[in-house]
C-alpha cells in the first residue's frame, strides 16, 4: 500500500467539463511527486480534489491507509502553497504563521515555538513584525510555505508556487524548495506547466494531458522513454525533432532518408523523433541540414534549419559554434537515440 493512492479519479465540472478522466497514481511516502502538462490539462483540478477543495466526481483517494473522499479538508493533515500565496494582509508574518495553530486550539508557548522553528528553518525571523506587502515576492513566498511547514502536515501541495516570480528568483527558491522537502522528508505534490521545474524538483513525474496520466517516471525516464509522441514533444527544450514516415523490414524511410533500426514492426504512418543534442556533425550522416538560423546562448548554440526533405530540424552544440548560415551539414544520429512513434494513436514503437 502506497503513503497517498488515487484509485480511478475522475472529475466532471457541473458544466460538463470533464477535467480528469479515471485517473490512477501511488505516491510513496516521502517522495516528490510532479504534476506536469500544459494549461488546462487537469493538473490543478487533481491536486485541488487531493486537498479536498472538489468534489470528486468518480473513484477514491487514500491517504496514510485511510479514504478520504469524504473527509473535510480541514481534517485531512493536507497543507497546500498556492501561487498567490494566499496572506492575510492584514496580519504580520508572525500572525499569519501562527494563525492555523491558534484556530486548532494550540497554547501561547506552543505557537510561539512553533513559529520561531520556522522562522529558524526559513530564515525568516527578520521580517516576522512585517505585513505581507512589506515583503518582496520571494519573502512572501517563503512566509507562504512556513505556514504550510508549521502544521506539520502529512502532505504538501503546490499549485504553481513559483510562477509569480521572475526567472532568478524561480531558480533560488526552486532550490530552497527542494531542499527543504529532502531534510523534512514530507511527502509532497507540486504541480506546473514548466518542464524546467518538474524536470528538477520531481523524484518522478505524471506527465498529464487532457485528463490523463501519459506517463509516469524518474525525470530521466521520462526524458529518455517517452512513452507517447506527446510526453516527447511536452518534455525537452528545444523540442525533439519529428519526421513522418513509414516503417518496413526494419527500416524507416521518410522521402530520400533511410535509417535502420532493429525491432522494429512494419507501420505505414510512423514517425521518428530525436532530440537536438542527439544530433551529430558527421560527414556520412543521413540528414542534409541547410542552416538557416543561429542562436548562440553561450554556453551552447542552438542550429536551426531544414532537411533534404523539408522537415524542420535543430541541433544543439557546445559552445560557440564555427558553423555559418547557409552552410550545408551532414546530420547523423546513434540508433540509440531514435525515438519512433505510432502516428495514428500516438504510442512509442521502440
Ligand atoms: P490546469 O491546472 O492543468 O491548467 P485545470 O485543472 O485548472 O487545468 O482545468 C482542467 C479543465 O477543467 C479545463 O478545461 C478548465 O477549463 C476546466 N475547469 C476548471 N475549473 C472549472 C470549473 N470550476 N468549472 C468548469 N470547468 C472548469
Known amino acids: 500500500m502506497s503513503f497517498l493512492e488515487l484509485k480511478n479519479i475522475t472529475k466532471i465540472y457541473p458544466n460538463g467539463t470533464k477535467a480528469v478522466n479515471e485517473t490512477s497514481l501511488n505516491i510513496e511516502h516521502g517522495e516528490f ?11 490543478s483540478t487533481l ?7 472538489e468534489d470528486i466526481t468518480g473513484g477514491e483517494i487514500d491517504l496514510d491507509g485511510k479514504t478520504i473522499n469524504k473527509i473535510d479538508p480541514s481534517e485531512r493533515d493536507i497543507a497546500m502553497v498556492f501561487q498567490n500565496y494566499a496572506l492575510y494582509p492584514h496580519m504580520n508574518v508572525y500572525k499569519n504563521l501562527a494563525y492555523g495553530l491558534k484556530n486548532k486550539g494550540e497554547s501561547k508557548e506552543e505557537i510561539n515555538k512553533k513559529v520561531n522553528d520556522v522562522a529558524e528553518l526559513l530564515e525568516i525571523h527578520e521580517y516576522l513584525q512585517r505585513k505581507p506587502g512589506q515583503l ?3 519573502q512572501r513566498q517563503r512566509v507562504a510555505m512556513g505556514r504550510a511547514i508549521v502544521r506539520n502536515p502529512k502532505v504538501f501541495l503546490f499549485d ?5 516570480l521572475d526567472a532568478q528568483l524561480r531558480g533560488q527558491v526552486r532550490i530552497e524548495i527542494k531542499k527543504l522537502q529532502r531534510s523534512m522528508n514530507v511527502t509532497s505534490v507540486f504541480v506546473t506547466h514548466d518542464q524546467v521545474e518538474a524536470m528538477t524538483l520531481g523524484d518522478r513525474l505524471a506527465v498529464i494531458n487532457n485528463g490523463i496520466i501519459e506517463q509516469i517516471g524518474t525525470p530521466i525516464e521520462v526524458y529518455e522513454t517517452p512513452k507517447t509522441l ?11 525533432n519529428f519526421i513522418n514516415g513509414k516503417i518496413k523490414n526494419q527500416k524507416f524511410v521518410a522521402g530520400k532518408t533511410e535509417v535502420s533500426s532493429n525491432n522494429l514492426p512494419d507501420n505505414d504512418e510512423a514517425i521518428l523523433g530525436f532530440r537536438p543534442e542527439d544530433l551529430i556533425v558527421d560527414n556520412n550522416g543521413k540528414f542534409l541540414l541547410n542552416v538557416e538560423i543561429i542562436e548562440k546562448l553561450g554556453a551552447d548554440s542552438l542550429i536551426y534549419g531544414t532537411d533534404q526533405n523539408q522537415n524542420l530540424l535543430c541541433l544543439r552544440v557546445n559552445g560557440n559554434t564555427k558553423i555559418n548560415v547557409n552552410e550545408k551539414i551532414n546530420l547523423s544520429v546513434s540508433e540509440d537515440k531514435y525515438h519512433f512513434f505510432d502516428a495514428t494513436n500516438n504510442i512509442r514503437l521502440n
Open 160 to 164: 504553481e508556487p513559483l510562477s509569480n
Open 47 to 53: 491536486l485541488r480534489m487531493i486537498a479536498g477543495l
Open 230 to 240: 506527446f510526453v516527447a514533444e511536452f518534455i525537452g527544450t528545444p523540442k525533439m
Open 33 to 43: 511527486m510532479v504534476f506536469v502538462g500544459p494549461s488546462g490539462c487537469g493538473k
Open 136 to 138: 518582496s515576492g520571494g
